[in-house]
């Protein structure tokens, strides 16, 4: 079973920085697009950067400030997020297409984490 895990949430300083990891397990070959997204309290889920096949992409609020990687030695992807402001409170979760030993694409997704920005 395929499983995506994060981890790296809790609560900061307006200014301060996380790292959020997201760590997969499971008979995975490659883990070619990941994503991560957030859902502050009353909004919608949104995409705010991903990596797919090396092509990067970042939502308007979060360039420049956050930074997504991945380390495929580790199926473990990252988000480090700088320069936090209140507004970047929310529940961030990842998602990622694998590819399986028995070359299944599957889309999975992680339980989320809260990051909360706070003084």
């Known amino acids: 079973q395929v499983q995506l895990v994060e981890s790296g949430g809790g609560s900061v300083q307006p200014g301060e920085s996380l790292r959020l990891s997201c760590a997969a397990s499971?008979?995975?070959?490659?883990?070619?697009?990941m994503g991560w997204y957030r859902q502050a309290p009353g909004k919608q889920r949104e995409l705010i950067t991903s990596?797919?096949?090396?092509?990067?992409n970042y939502a308007d609020d979060v360039k420049g400030r956050f930074t997504i990687s991945k380390e495929n030695a580790k199926n473990t992807g990252y988000l480090q997020m700088n320069s936090l402001k209140p507004e970047d409170t929310a529940v961030y979760s990842c998602?990622?297409?694998?590819?399986?030993?028995?070359?299944?694409?599957?889309?999975?997704w992680g339980q989320g984490t809260l990051v909360t920005v706070s003084s």
């Open positions: 998602q990622a297409t694998i590819i399986t030993d028995t070359r299944r694409f599957l889309e999975v």
């Open positions: 499971g008979s995975i070959v490659s883990i070619p697009a």
């Open positions: 990596i797919t096949s090396g092509v990067i």
